[in-house]
């Protein structure tokens, strides 16, 4: 008995291989034979041609697809069209057998490479249809499932890739989606042809996506993102054309290492961790408020409004994602009162760009401004900037840096009522993100036909987040600054610098600054010196050497270590004004007894010093409003000897004409002004 039913079940196991077998060839004769009436069918769901390789059938389920081509007719140079190597498709058997229709239950597209722009057209010139196609099928379940997939960005021959996968399922009008977009980083060799090799992997941003189908659009739930670095949650939807999103979004840009096992595939397909906290958060958008139409190949973003750390922000612009894509949008933030959080600076700030996304680089054009914070008539804080540039780049270099380069701009800045310039071009702005915790910045730019060289530090550890630079100067021609600052167009010469930059405690400038062979023109008191002395040598004093070291913020300005050497001519001291324009300065000039014996005034009085040092030092202090200074020749051994031979209604006659000189120049500025 057991022989005969061992017998009998190879005999039905050979009999259900046999009926396997043809009903597989059956199967496949029959898909041969209506190959082109279902190409035709297929073609006909979409606004793009579909034509289809060879297709095979699988007993008892599974249809396999190979060499699918999808493009658009209008496309000669088949710029919107892509291929999908290998789909595999499973469906019901018995729906198949007994009622006669193809009822898929699941789709599977083989990795492939596909080109962005191409996919982001179909599915634009096709998203109703597809979604007709999933609320018309018989059962309205389906999973798709798109294994790894690069999309490629390029357009020059070059590979720019970014990664995705996708488990899609749909069940009646419900959609839940987990997939990720990862940028790889790649290399090309022309020795190898079209090959290119993986440099380097990337982070994975994830996503978890939970929405409905409606008969307008669809309305999603939530949509998730997650990244080693991020975490968002977003709902909306899409309905007549439009898109609607709100939510939130928490980034740690000082995170460190991929963590490959913690991010893994699968995981994240298994267990999504949607409510997984992300640890040292810096960076909080919150509040999102976003609208955009849809009119391809335009999205219209009627609004986005969101708080990027605590700071309102708005965005609004046009995005065409034609090729090659293109920008043309503002932003504009609104400050807080400075008691609502440490570090806030400005009332108001906004900025206007467009550009084009060409050769994996943004190009763009734009301006800006910011109006700082009212300090009730504080003299040295900043009252407004603005800028604009042009030829504006930015690109991921050789070592995947961020980068700008930046053909020209100028920023236009207000302290006191006083306008400033600074003009800028061919500026190199290189960026290091990867480094935890501090990021570094690198700059370096023509300046004033000399050379600027920066770095800045950011440290996003702290709140507010620190920023720290250092500038060097090399070689500045002062005249060219005229622009930037009235004084350097007193000295003509070479300059160098070092500046120092920090925002905490408090902004705060200081370095020194140092001019070589230069020519001091156009000084107040020095041409006071000249005409009431009859010492022509002063309007212009050729120099050697001047030098101070400064220090900057919104309390004071220090200039110390004053020096200045020429011929005939020596300055030192010091000059200090605070916030309320009060000054404060001792100052030391020395002249040359062969200077001051060409005044006439002068040289009767030289006779008492004839033995003594060929220069004559004279100590003046200033102190007082700025607008309204007052001058005091201090006391000295050659004060003491000359006032030997003059009255005292003299010094005091000198003291009141330098007071007078230095009001009317005052006077004289506020008036230009």
């Known amino acids: 008995m057991r022989k005969f039913l061992t017998k009998a079940k190879k005999q039905l196991l050979i009999l259900g291989l046999i009926i396997a077998c043809m009903i597989t060839i059956a199967g496949n004769v029959s898909l041969a034979v209506n190959k082109t009436a279902i190409e035709r069918e297929v073609d006909n769901c979409f606004n793009h041609d579909v034509s289809i390789g060879p297709v095979f059938y699988i007993f008892p389920n599974y249809l396999i697809l190979h060499h699918i081509v999808i493009s658009k007719a209008d496309d000669p140079l088949k710029a919107s069209s892509f291929t999908l190597p290998k789909t595999v498709m499973s469906f019901s058997f018995v729906d198949m057998i007994f009622n006669g229709f ?24 096709n998203f ?128 460190k290492d991929f963590d490959q096992e913690k991010y893994s595939t699968v995981r994240y397909f298994r267990h999504f961790p949607e409510e997984e906290a992300l640890s040292n ?34 965005l609004q612009g046009v995005i065409s994602i034609q090729q090659p894509l293109s920008v043309n949008a503002s932003l504009s933030f609104d400050g807080i009162p400075a008691s609502a959080g440490k570090g806030t600076f400005f009332e108001k700030a906004g900025v206007k760009i467009s550009g084009t996304l060409e050769n994996q680089a943004f190009h763009a054009n734009g301006e800006g401004f910011i109006d700082f914070i009212d300090h009730k008539g504080l003299s040295l804080s900043p009252e407004a900037a603005q800028a604009d540039f042009q030829g504006l780049l930015l690109y991921f270099d050789q070592h995947q840096r961020p980068s700008i380069d930046l053909a020209h701009g100028n920023i236009f800045y207000w302290v006191n009522k006083n306008e400033h310039k600074v003009s800028v071009r061919d500026v190199e702005v290189r960026g290091n993100i990867k480094m935890e915790a501090i990021k570094l910045i690198e700059i370096t ?52 610098s070092t500046m120092n930059f920090t925002n905490i405690p408090r902004l705060a400038l200081s370095g020194d600054v140092i001019v070589h062979d230069g020519t001091l023109t156009d000084l107040a008191f020095f041409n006071w010196l000249s005409d009431t002395f009859q010492l022509p040598d002063l309007k212009a004093i050729d120099f050697r050497k001047a030098s101070a070291q400064f220090f900057i913020d919104s309390e004071h300005i220090q200039l110390r270590d004053i020096r200045l050497r020429a011929k005939d001519v020596r300055v030192g001291g010091y000059y200090d004004m605070d916030k309320e324009n009060l000054v404060s300065s001792k100052l030391g000039l020395s002249l040359s007894q062969g200077l001051l014996g060409k005044s006439p ?35 000295s051994e050659v004060k003491r000897r000359i006032q030997t031979r003059i009255p005292d209604f003299i010094e005091r006659l000198i003291e009141k004409d330098v007071d007078a000189m230095m009001d009317a120049g005052s006077k004289k500025s506020r008036k230009a002004d």
């Not at 597209?109 to 982001?120: F, H, I, K, R």
């Open 601 to 635: 005034k002068f040289k009767p009085i030289l006779k008492i010093f004839k033995d003594d040092d060929p220069y004559l030092g004279f100590d003046f202090q200033l102190s007082g409003n700025m607008n309204t200074m007052n001058f005091q020749w201090l006391p």
């Open 445 to 496: 730019a023509p300046f004033y036909e000399g050379q600027l060289k920066g770095r800045m530090w950011i440290d996003s550890t702290q709140r507010p987040s620190k920023i720290t630079s250092r500038v060097e100067l090399t070689d500045v021609d002062t005249d060219a600054m005229e622009e930037l600052l009235i004084h350097f167009a007193k000295f003509n010469g070479r300059m160098f």
């Open 102 to 125: 193809l009822n898929v239950s699941k789709v599977t597209l083989y990795p492939s490479t596909v080109s962005y722009y191409a996919l982001s057209r179909f599915l634009e010139d």
């Open 281 to 314: 958060v810096d960076t909080f958008i919150l509040d999102i408020d976003g609208k955009a139409a849809l009119m391809f190949p335009d999205i219209n973003i009627e609004k986005f409004d969101f708080t990027l750390n605590n700071i309102p922000v708005a």
């Open 128 to 255: 109703q249809e597809i979604l007709e196609i999933i609320k018309n099928s018989p059962d309205k379940n389906i999973v798709i499932r798109i294994k790894e997939t690069l999309l490629d960005f390029d357009q020059q021959g070059q590979p720019d890739y970014i990664a995705m996968e996708l488990l899609l399922k749909i069940r009646n009008n419900l959609m839940e989606g987990t997939g990720f977009f990862r940028a790889d980083q790649y290399r090309y060799s022309k020795s190898q042809g079209e090959e290119t090799q993986r440099t380097a992997q990337g982070w994975p941003l994830w996503y978890k996506l939970k929405s409905r189908l409606r008969p307008n659009g669809l309305e999603v739930d939530h949509l998730i993102l997650r990244s080693q670095v991020l975490h968002s949650k977003l709902r909306g939807g899409i309905r007549g054309g439009m898109i609607n999103v709100n939510g939130f979004v928490f980034m740690n840009s000082a995170k």
